[in-house]
C-alpha cells in the first residue's frame, strides 16, 4: 500500500478517537487503534509507530493539510478534541477555496463526454452540488474533439494497461492493403496534435498503433503480461511526436526563424532541447537535439516560409524535396484552371 493511503486511513483513525466523547485514549491507545486499522485494510500485521502517530497529530494541529485541528492533552495523558463538534471531515472553505473549486469544476466538465471520463459525469455533478458552483460559461477551453475516430477504444486499452492485459489487435495500416492481427502487450496510451495512440510491446519491441486504424480489439486472458516498466518521459525525450527509432541517434537540427515569428518560437519551444545560437535583424537561429522523423518534417512544413532548415543536410534535402513538389502541385493547378 502507498505511504499516502496509509496516513490518509491513520488520520481517519485518528480523528475518530479524538472525537469519541466516551473513550478516553493514550498515546499508545491511538497507535494500537492505528496498527489495528491498517491491518484491517491490508488483511495483514501492520504497526504504526510511536513516532509516526506523534507525527500525524502535529500535522493535523498545524495548517499543513488545512485541519488546524484543536488537539489537545488533558491530564497529561490523554488525547482530545477541545471542540467536541470538530471533525477533520467538517472543514469549512472560504471564499477563495471556493472560487479555485469552482474552476475545476469547469474544467473537468470539459471532459464529461470524452467516453473515458463518461464515469466522472456524477463526481463533477456532486462537487457542483457539492460547492454550490456557478453555471458560468467556459473561460478556458482545451482543444478537443469527441468526434475523433478510435475515441471508442480509448476504455478498453486504458483499462489493459491498469489491469496489465495482453490484447488481439486487427489493424490495418494507411499503407497495408489488408488488416493483420497483432498480440500486443499494451503501455502507454498517448495524444499527439489530436490524434491518439497505444505504445505498446509487440516482438520484442515496442510499437506505436493509432487508435483509428484499430477495427477489433479483444483481450487475451491466456497470454502473461509483459510488464516493461515502461517510462514515457524517456522513450519520448528524443523525439518530436510520437515515433520513435530505437536504432537512430538524436541529430543536432538547426534552424532559422524569421524575425516576425521567432517570438512564438522562443515562446512556445519545438522541443525541450531547444537553444539560440543566433540573433540578428533578420530572424533568430535555433537548434534543437532530436531524432529525425515525420511528425518533425510535418512542423517544419507547416511553418512555410517562415522557416529554413539550415542543418543536417539530409534533412535541408527533404524539406526541399516536399516544397518543390508543393510548387508544382500549385503550379498544375493554376495550368488546370
Request: charged residues 30%; hydrophobic residues 35%; aromatic residues 10%.
Amino acid at each position: 500500500m502507498s505511504s499516502n493511503k496509509n496516513a490518509l486511513i491513520r488520520y481517519k483513525t485518528l480523528d475518530k478517537c479524538l472525537k469519541n466523547k466516551y473513550k478516553k485514549y493514550t498515546l499508545d491507545d491511538l497507535i494500537d487503534e492505528c496498527s489495528e486499522a491498517l491491518f484491517e485494510f491490508e488483511g495483514k500485521e501492520s504497526f504504526v509507530s510511536r513516532r509516526t502517530v506523534q507525527l500525524d497529530l502535529q500535522n493535523m494541529r498545524s495548517e499543513k493539510f488545512g485541519y488546524e485541528a484543536p488537539i489537545e492533552v488533558y491530564q497529561r495523558k490523554y488525547y482530545r478534541y477541545s471542540d467536541p463538534d470538530y471533525s477533520i471531515h467538517h472543514i469549512s472553505v472560504n471564499e477563495s477555496d471556493l472560487k479555485a473549486m469552482n474552476n475545476a469544476v469547469q474544467i473537468l466538465k470539459q471532459f464529461k463526454d470524452f467516453s473515458m471520463f463518461k464515469e466522472m459525469n456524477g463526481v463533477i455533478q456532486k462537487l457542483e452540488d457539492s460547492i454550490h458552483a456557478t453555471h458560468q460559461k467556459s473561460i478556458i477551453h482545451l482543444d478537443k474533439n469527441e468526434k475523433l475516430k478510435g475515441l471508442e477504444h480509448i476504455d478498453i486499452l486504458y483499462e489493459a494497461i491498469l489491469n496489465k492485459k495482453v490484447l488481439c489487435i486487427v489493424y490495418k495500416s494507411f499503407k497495408a492493403r489488408e488488416s493483420d492481427a497483432y498480440i500486443v502487450h499494451p503501455q502507454l496510451l498517448k495524444e499527439y496534435n489530436n490524434r491518439w495512440f497505444l505504445i505498446c510491446w509487440h516482438k520484442n519491441k515496442l510499437f506505436n498503433f493509432a487508435l483509428d486504424r484499430m477495427e477489433e480489439i479483444s483481450v487475451k486472458e491466456d497470454i502473461q503480461y509483459i510488464d516493461k516498466d515502461f517510462d514515457s518521459d524517456r522513450y519520448f525525450g528524443e523525439v518530436i511526436g510520437v515515433t520513435v527509432s530505437e536504432t537512430q541517434r538524436p541529430q543536432n537540427v538547426v534552424f532559422k526563424i524569421n524575425s516576425k515569428h521567432a517570438p512564438y518560437v522562443k515562446t512556445k519551444p519545438f522541443h525541450h532541447s531547444q537553444e539560440i545560437i543566433g540573433e540578428d535583424e533578420s530572424g533568430t537561429t535555433f537548434k534543437i537535439c532530436v531524432q529525425l522523423n515525420f511528425e518533425l518534417e510535418r512542423m517544419i512544413l507547416g511553418l512555410g516560409e517562415f522557416i529554413t532548415v539550415l542543418k543536417p543536410d539530409k534533412l535541408r534535402k527533404r524539406i526541399q524535396k516536399s516544397l518543390k513538389e508543393a510548387c508544382r502541385n500549385y503550379a498544375q493547378e493554376d495550368v488546370d484552371r
